[in-house]
């Protein structure tokens, strides 16, 4: 059987058309690769379609979920994310830079400090400029949706934990990688809301505290922080006590009189609590590390009470061994960050 082939064939030009035509579609797509979505104008657009094909003509104009400010906070879009936070990102032509004041560096350093919890969870990362601070949370792309359930929530107590500190803070915050709702969250949340006289108060503690303790603060033996109505300050058992021991050395006495000196300045509850690692500790003063956390905590209370007078109404001593860690006993270094002392001075709380 003979098969006819057909004298009809595309026209010479359909190949030049076609190659024109495939060009185009990879400069859009290149184009579309490069582009950036803005949060709030798709927000608006998308508001606007579905209102449309819903048939309600009012004009609903929802808030930019991504220009929330909360004092000195701003916030960029998780879509919208900018902030490629490296040691060579740029970010609206601010370099990184390592050059950073040192106002802005210690904000940033008290913010770490604060948020050291979320940062070990890597939720988010603190990273200093040269006119700011960036705090940029992980954008939850991956993962089941328990995990992102459980993120989620711990970017929530973050996001609160920020709105705490900002006002203890004198640069500018600048957030990305929260969503909208999550920003939203966290300005209507307040859960422990503090009156003015209470902040104050707080704040007053916490400037005459860095004042006193500057050089255990700058070469980190002590750690200073403001949690709701709480000013924790956090003293290193390494240098305040012999190994498994519970009598205060030279240096921790010079620390309890000058934190002595800062709870004289208010009527707040103070709560000194007792911690260690996990590595057990059996001897003939001490059966555990219960005995241990406990007889340092009582150790810190006894100075303040009889040398330098504080109220014994006002003053708890309590231990817990190595149940409340602020890191995974898992390395030295953070045993070494979970053997310490804490002292609380709880604004605001009733002394009974």
Same mark, same amino acid.
């Given at each position: 059987?003979? =098969?006819?082939?057909?004298?009809?064939?595309?026209?010479?030009?359909? =190949?030049?058309? /076609?190659?024109?035509?495939?060009?185009?579609?990879?400069?859009?797509?290149?184009?579309?690769?490069?582009? &950036?979505?803005?949060?709030? !104008?798709?927000? !608006?657009?998308?508001?606007?379609?579905?209102?449309?094909?819903?048939?309600? +003509?009012?004009?609903? *104009?929802?808030?930019?979920? &991504?220009?929330?400010?909360? *004092?000195?906070?701003?916030?960029?879009?998780? /879509?919208?994310?900018?902030?490629?936070?490296?040691?060579?990102?740029?970010?609206?032509?601010?370099?990184?830079?390592?050059?950073?004041?040192?106002?802005?560096?210690?904000? /940033?350093?008290?913010?770490?400090?604060?948020?050291?919890?979320?940062?070990?969870?890597?939720?988010?990362?603190?990273?200093?400029?040269?006119?700011?601070?960036?705090?940029?949370?992980? +954008?939850?792309?991956?993962?089941? %949706?328990?995990?992102?359930?459980?993120? /989620?929530?711990?970017?929530?107590?973050?996001?609160?934990?920020?709105?705490?500190?900002?006002? !203890?803070?004198?640069?500018?915050? &600048?957030?990305?990688?929260?969503?909208?709702?999550?920003?939203?969250?966290?300005?209507?949340?307040?859960?422990?809301?503090?009156?003015?006289?209470?902040?104050?108060?707080?704040? %007053?503690?916490?400037?005459?505290? *860095?004042?006193?303790?500057?050089?255990?603060?700058?070469?980190?033996?002590?750690?200073?922080?403001?949690?709701?109505? +709480?000013?924790?300050?956090?003293?290193?058992?390494?240098?305040?006590?012999?190994?498994?021991?519970?009598?205060?050395?030279?240096?921790?006495?010079?620390?309890?009189?000058?934190?002595?000196?800062?709870?004289?300045?208010?009527?707040? =509850?103070?709560?000194?609590?007792?911690?260690?690692?996990?590595?057990?500790?059996?001897? +003939?003063?001490? @059966?555990?590390?219960?005995?241990?956390?406990?007889?340092?905590?009582?150790? =810190?209370?006894?100075?303040?009470?009889?040398?330098?007078?504080?109220?014994?109404?006002?003053? *708890?001593?309590?231990?817990? %061994?190595? !149940?409340?860690?602020?890191?995974?006993?898992?390395?030295? &270094?953070?045993?070494? @960050?979970?053997?310490?002392?804490?002292?609380?001075?709880?604004?605001?709380?009733?002394?009974?």
């Amino acid at each position: 059987m003979r =098969v006819e082939k057909s004298s009809r064939s595309a026209p010479p030009w359909m =190949v030049t058309f /076609a190659d024109l035509v495939i060009l185009l579609m990879c400069f859009f797509v290149l184009m579309l690769s490069f582009s &950036t979505m803005s949060d709030s !104008t798709f927000a !608006t657009v998308s508001s606007s379609i579905r209102d449309s094909f819903k048939g309600n +003509t009012t004009d609903a *104009r929802p808030t930019p979920a &991504t220009s929330t400010s909360v *004092r000195e906070i701003s916030f960029l879009p998780a /879509a919208n994310d900018a902030l490629r936070l490296s040691t060579t990102a740029v970010s609206g032509g601010e370099a990184l830079s390592k050059d950073v004041p040192p106002t802005l560096l210690a904000d /940033a350093r008290r913010l770490e400090s604060g948020l050291r919890e979320w940062i070990d969870r890597k939720i988010l990362d603190v990273h200093p400029t040269n006119t700011r601070i960036l705090i940029r949370f992980d +954008t939850l792309g991956s993962g089941d %949706a328990a995990s992102k359930a459980l993120a /989620a929530n711990g970017m929530l107590a973050a996001m609160q934990r920020i709105n705490e500190l900002a006002p !203890t803070l004198s640069s500018e915050i &600048t957030i990305t990688g929260a969503t909208s709702t999550l920003v939203e969250a966290a300005r209507k949340s307040d859960v422990d809301p503090i009156d003015t006289a209470s902040r104050n108060e707080l704040l %007053a503690l916490e400037r005459e505290a *860095r004042v006193l303790l500057k050089d255990a603060l700058r070469s980190e033996s002590i750690k200073i922080d403001s949690r709701g109505q +709480t000013l924790l300050i956090s003293m290193g058992t390494e240098g305040a006590f012999g190994s498994g021991d519970a009598q205060l050395s030279a240096q921790a006495r010079r620390w309890t009189q000058q934190i002595s000196e800062v709870a004289r300045k208010s009527d707040a =509850v103070i709560v000194v609590s007792g911690h260690t690692d996990d590595i057990p500790i059996s001897n +003939t003063r001490y @059966r555990d590390n219960w005995d241990l956390s406990a007889a340092r905590a009582i150790a =810190v209370v006894r100075e303040m009470v009889r040398v330098h007078k504080i109220d014994a109404e006002r003053v *708890r001593a309590q231990g817990f %061994a190595d !149940t409340k860690p602020v890191a995974a006993n898992d390395s030295a &270094t953070n045993r070494l @960050r979970n053997r310490r002392i804490e002292i609380a001075l709880e604004v605001g709380a009733p002394t009974n």
